[in-house]
C-alpha cells in the first residue's frame, strides 16, 4: 500500500521561528509537492521536485524554501515563520508521466499555528 | 487568466439519489482531470482520472464525464450513502509539466 508520511499532525510555532516540515512516500516517486490549503482558497502549489536536488516554484513560494537530498525525502522550510503562514500544509508525491498512474498521492497534513 | 470553478456552496442530498457535482474550467488545454475526495483534516485521495480524448469514466459507484468543448467535467455518485460525506475536488493536469492545479472543492453532504 502507497504511503506519504508528514513528520507533524500538529504544529505550533512562534513568530520569526525557522520551521521544518518534512515529507516521506515509499513509493520511489520521482516527483513531490508541497501545497497549503486554506478555507475559500483551496489548494495552492508552494514548491514541487522533479528529481533529487531539483526544485521548481509552484504558485506562492514567497516565504518559503524547499530541500531534496533524498529521492524519498522532501523538506518545506520556512525561515522566518509569519502568523499569514498558519495553514494546513499537504505534501504530495508521483510518479514520472507516462507510468501506469499519473496521480497524486497525499501525506495526513500538517496543521500549523503560528502564534 | 486560468481559473477552474467548483461550487463552492454545500451540495445536500437525500441518500439513495444520484449527486452530480461540476467542475467548469476557463483557459485551460487540459490533458486530463481527476476528481479527489477529501475528509476533514485529512489529505486529499485520489478517486477518478478522465483522460482529454475520454468522455466517460466509470468505478462503482462513481462516473465522471469530460467535455472539452464546454470545458466542464462532471462527477456523479449514484445510490448516495453517508458515507459518501465529503469534500470532492477536481484537478487539472496540462500534460508534460508535473504541475496539478485544484479547484476548492465542493461540499457534498449525504442526508439518511
Known amino acids: 500500500d502507497v504511503k506519504v508520511t508528514q513528520s507533524s499532525r500538529y504544529l505550533v510555532k512562534r513568530t520569526g521561528e525557522k520551521v521544518f516540515l518534512e515529507c516521506v512516500q515509499d513509493?520511489?516517486?520521482?516527483?513531490m509537492f508541497w501545497y497549503r490549503q486554506d478555507p475559500g482558497l483551496g489548494l495552492r502549489l508552494i514548491y514541487f521536485?522533479?528529481?533529487?536536488?531539483?526544485?521548481e516554484k509552484g504558485d506562492i513560494p514567497e516565504g518559503y524554501s524547499v530541500s531534496r537530498e533524498k529521492k524519498e525525502r522532501f523538506s518545506l522550510i520556512l525561515e522566518s515563520a509569519s502568523t499569514n503562514q498558519t495553514s494546513m500544509y499537504l505534501c504530495?508525491?508521483?510518479?514520472?508521466?507516462?507510468?501506469?498512474?499519473?496521480?497524486?498521492?497525499f501525506g495526513p497534513g500538517t496543521r500549523l499555528t503560528v502564534l | 487568466s486560468q481559473k477552474i470553478e467548483q461550487n463552492s456552496e454545500a451540495l445536500n442530498i437525500q441518500e439513495g439519489k444520484t449527486a452530480t457535482l461540476t467542475c467548469n474550467y476557463t483557459?485551460?488545454?487540459?490533458?486530463?482531470l481527476q476528481w479527489y475526495r477529501q475528509d476533514p483534516g485529512r489529505g486529499p485521495v485520489f478517486l477518478l482520472l478522465?483522460?482529454?480524448?475520454?468522455k466517460e469514466k466509470r468505478k462503482e459507484r462513481l462516473k465522471v464525464t469530460f467535455d472539452t468543448t464546454l470545458k466542464q467535467s462532471l462527477f456523479h455518485i449514484t445510490a448516495s450513502q453517508p458515507a459518501d460525506s465529503a469534500t470532492y475536488l477536481c484537478?487539472?493536469?496540462?500534460?508534460?509539466?508535473?504541475?496539478?492545479?485544484f479547484g476548492i472543492g465542493t461540499k457534498l453532504q449525504v442526508i439518511p
Open positions: 504530495a508525491s508521483k510518479g514520472a508521466s507516462g507510468r501506469a498512474t499519473d496521480t497524486q498521492y
Open positions: 513509493m520511489d516517486h520521482e516527483n
Open positions: 521536485s522533479y528529481d533529487v536536488k531539483m526544485k
Open positions: 483557459n485551460y488545454s487540459p490533458a486530463y
Open positions: 478522465i483522460r482529454e480524448n475520454e
Open positions: 484537478a487539472l493536469h496540462s500534460g508534460g509539466y508535473q504541475k496539478v492545479t
